[in-house]
């Protein structure tokens, strides 16, 4: 009876062992491709020849800048709309649907934002295809993760110490502030990278708000166009013309592309482990 | 005091209001845009028009009906590879691998990792391994299909079903395994019968925000649909998706036509469908809470 | 004899759970009271009632009223920071801050805006009795310390901002005998200076501690007096049961 059962488990565990066997068949499949073409070079230079020779700085340069101008705009906002969430909003019904909005808000697809950053931020606010109205499209896709994550660090904080700070006569925002921010910090730190790695391979919301596939030069101001690492890959892979000639650049800069990614989530998965028990 | 207190609540309310009135504010542009394309064509020639043909010779066609076709037919496919495969992941997770925590950590982990791949990546993937392997074996002209999307996003879909549906099996209580074990009932019989039904409501929130993020992708489907704007009859043709159709023409079209306003139609719909789904999901999602605490 | 505390027909709820039945009490100055009672009779909230954390609670209604010094601190224009800031708590299990033990004092004291904080954090670590052992690590977190000195780090973060009352809520719960006794003797020390009120449901606790002792049973007061009034003499039967181990 119980070899019985246990045999049943392991048959269970096929899923499981085809799915983890995919996903590291793909990483691999992605190095062995991609690998033979990355070297220093590539990472630092210009592309050359209709990209199909030369590295991809500009294209990395362009998503680190807009992704990390995305949280300029969003953290503040999104840390104080936690911290109300959290700490302020009492039990009612209001709450309960800027919650919901909130939740739902994080599982709209990142297309309707790129159509949501065409219609108001190009067009609306005229600030035309570019970075900024790029990284404004960014910001409002990375708010509901930003808050979710404020939230959880704040709440995994023992209220106990609240109480103590309170029973001190200690301000209410003195309290969360001093004692309560500082130590969420590792979980919010968390959410803040896991959000980086998510945002930083997103496609969809810039397509329409400001990404090129060639520019001949970097550009530092807010309002010019820009590349990005993943739309990269996708015109590599999808457009380009001599298509066979460039896939292993395309291989390479998703190597590249996946690298920080999962650099990124890596780094939010230790922060997380390090919360720590009070006791 | 009583008033710096007031001041500040009113700040942190002000910022929480406003971050919740996004979503609403993105569904007001889209409306704006996206109902002018009824200035030009009738509601029946979007939403029961089966053809989608913006630059016809003599006439254009603004079907809703192919791309929502599209989009059903690759994420219910992908659900039906998903859901078995996650349901059966976090059995095997929840109530085997636990016991071994540094292998459990490590395959949980390497589960969040996957969620972190960029879309490209896999789709890149799609493109160039597994459509080749899918034309090999079904001897078909091109391995772009719905076949080769739906496994993509089944792939894609399996990290949040599977750690929904983990979560909330292994917050079934000890005790009510133990009552069926003391009947002399094995296991794997117990897991099935008493396990997954108390686990309902958190494997049916796996499965709808699984949904919900498979109706949503976009770069993906785009790299392995073949993009073809007729309505699929098989697993094997070529098709597109709301979200492809809007991603491949809104850079193509001239602002302000009916084309124009007829994707952000698409992304309307694509809209009420993720807000209805999700909505029900976390519904789902908050049950599941709540039973167990 | 000085009151420093009266509860005058003081009910309280929590959502529709009547946790405190019109109590009516009067707590003398510089002295110890304890507040004895079997668990869930609502002892901890007359405690929480003092310096109203019982606020923080969602859902809390209060009726009737509770002096300190003749002002009732439930009225509208109560400063609850100048309130607690004259009516410490140290709590069942210690929660000093996750810093250093220095940082745990002077952080209440600069919220006050007090000067000296050096000396201030000094004195209140020497009167709880706890700087001859902390005196090399000041500036070490202060979660290495063991539970007792924990407790008595509380205390001192408490009565560093100069409060007059200190509510103690089962104080001793998480410690060892040894660490009991070293906090049951700096209570000794404390009650000429402070008013303090102590929560315990450890009837030898509160027949060493207290000098009055207040008997609670769902909700209601049953007896108050003096302390050897009441172990000697009970004059209800729920607290002569209670003494007797009844209630367990």
């Given at each position: 009876m119980k070899l019985k059962s246990s045999f049943y488990f392991y048959l269970s565990a096929i899923p499981l062992f085809i799915f983890l066997f995919t996903i590291i068949f793909i990483t691999f499949y992605l190095i062995i491709n991609g690998?033979?073409?990355?070297s220093f070079r590539f990472l630092f230079s210009n592309p050359e020849e209709q990209m199909t020779k030369g590295g991809i700085f500009p294209v990395i340069f362009g998503s680190f800048y807009l992704t990390i101008l995305a949280f300029i705009f969003s953290i503040i906002p999104s840390i104080l709309s936690g911290i109300y969430f959290a700490?302020?909003?009492?039990?009612?019904i209001l709450t309960f649907i800027l919650r919901t909005l909130i939740k739902t808000l994080s599982g709209l697809p990142s297309i309707v934002f790129g159509l949501f950053g065409l219609a108001?931020?190009?067009?609306?606010?005229?600030?035309?295809?570019?970075f900024l109205a790029s990284s404004l499209t960014l910001s409002i896709l990375s708010i509901p993760y930003l808050i979710t994550a404020t939230e959880e660090g704040l709440l995994s904080v023992p209220h106990t110490f609240y109480e103590a700070a309170i029973a001190l006569g200690v301000p209410k925002w003195t309290a969360i502030r001093k004692i309560i921010l500082p130590e969420a910090k590792p979980l919010l730190l968390s959410g803040i990278f896991l959000a980086f790695a998510r945002l930083i391979g997103e496609v969809a919301p810039i397509l329409f708000t400001g990404v090129a596939f060639y520019l001949k030069t970097i550009s530092l101001s807010p309002f010019d166009r820009f590349m990005a690492l993943p739309y990269h890959i996708y015109i590599l892979a999808t457009?380009?013309?001599k298509i066979l000639k460039v896939r292993t650049i395309a291989f390479a800069s998703s190597l590249v592309l996946l690298f920080f990614a999962l650099l990124f989530g890596v780094i939010a998965y230790i922060l997380r482990m390090k919360i720590k028990k009070y006791y | 005091m009583k008033e710096t207190h007031r001041f500040i609540s009113g700040i942190l309310f002000f910022f929480a209001f406003l971050t919740s009135l996004l979503i609403i504010f993105i569904l007001f542009f889209l409306l704006s845009y996206g109902l002018k394309i009824f200035q030009f064509i009738s509601f029946k020639d979007f939403f029961l028009n089966p053809v989608w043909n913006?630059?016809?010779?003599f006439k254009n066609d603004y079907g809703l009906l192919p791309n929502l076709w599209g989009s059903f037919l690759v994420t219910s496919l992908a659900l039906i590879i998903a859901v078995p495969f996650g349901i059966f992941s976090a059995i095997f997770l929840s109530?085997?691998?636990?016991?071994i925590t540094w292998l459990y950590n490590l395959t949980k982990g390497i589960i969040e990792l996957f969620a972190a791949f960029p879309s490209v990546i896999i789709g890149l993937f799609g493109l160039v391994y597994l459509a080749p392997l899918i034309q090999k074996i079904f001897s078909l002209?091109?391995?772009?299909c719905v076949l080769n999307g739906g496994i993509i996003l089944a792939l894609m879909s399996l990290p949040t079903i599977i750690s929904l549906c983990e979560a909330s099996i292994s917050q079934v209580p000890l005790t009510y395994k133990e009552a069926s074990y003391a009947l002399g009932v094995s296991r794997f019989q117990t897991t099935l019968k008493i396990v997954l039904p108390t686990a309902k409501s958190g494997i049916i929130a796996g499965i709808l925000l699984g949904f919900g993020r498979a109706i949503g992708e976009t770069m993906a489907m785009l790299m392995v649909l073949?993009?073809?704007p007729i309505i699929a009859k098989s697993l094997f043709q070529p098709t597109r998706t709301l979200t492809t159709t809007i991603a491949i023409e809104m850079g193509e079209t001239a602002k302000n036509t009916p084309h124009f306003f007829a994707l952000f139609m698409l992304g309307v719909v694509l809209f009420i469908i993720s807000f209805i789904v999700n909505l029900i999901g976390n519904y789902f999602a908050q049950k599941r809470i709540k039973i167990i605490i | 004899m000085k009151i420093k505390i009266k509860f005058e027909n003081f009910s309280l709820w929590f959502g529709n759970n009547q946790?405190?039945?019109?109590i009516n009490l009067e707590i003398p100055e510089k002295n110890v009271t304890a507040i004895m009672g079997?668990?869930?009779?609502g002892k901890t909230t007359l405690l929480r009632a003092i310096n109203r954390m019982?606020?923080?609670?969602?859902?809390t209604k209060v009726c009737g009223k509770v002096f300190i010094d003749n002002e009732?601190?439930?009225?509208?224009?109560?400063?609850l920071l100048t309130l607690r800031k004259k009516v410490g708590m140290v709590f069942q299990k210690p929660n000093p801050?996750?810093?250093s033990i220095y940082e745990n004092i002077a952080f209440g004291l600069k919220v006050h805006k007090f000067k000296n904080i050096k000396e201030r954090v000094t004195k209140a670590l020497i009167d709880a009795n706890l700087y001859d052992e902390v005196k090399d690590n000041l500036?070490?977190?202060?979660?290495?310390?063991?539970g007792g000195q924990q407790q008595r780090l509380c205390i001192a973060r408490a009565i560093a901002i100069e409060p007059e009352i200190i509510l103690l809520d089962e104080?001793?719960?998480?410690?060892d005998p040894i660490a009991t006794a070293k906090l049951e003797e700096l209570i000794h020390k404390l009650k000429k200076e402070y008013t303090i009120v102590i929560v315990t449901h450890n009837m030898q606790q509160a027949a060493r501690v207290s000098d009055y002792c207040a008997f609670m049973y769902l909700g209601e007061l049953v007896e108050f007096g003096k302390t050897e009034d009441i172990f000697v003499r009970p004059k209800d039967k729920r607290t002569e049961d209670f003494l007797l181990g009844k209630y367990g």
């Open positions: 690998y033979p073409v990355l700490y302020y909003a009492k039990n009612n108001f931020f190009v067009r609306t606010l005229n600030i035309g295809l570019s457009q380009h013309e | 913006p630059t016809g010779y109530e085997e691998l636990r016991k002209s091109s391995g772009l073949g993009n073809s | 946790i405190l039945k019109n079997p668990s869930g009779c019982n606020d923080l609670i969602p859902d009732n601190i439930y009225d509208a224009n109560v400063n801050f996750p810093k500036y070490r977190s202060a979660l290495n310390l063991s104080p001793a719960s998480a410690l």
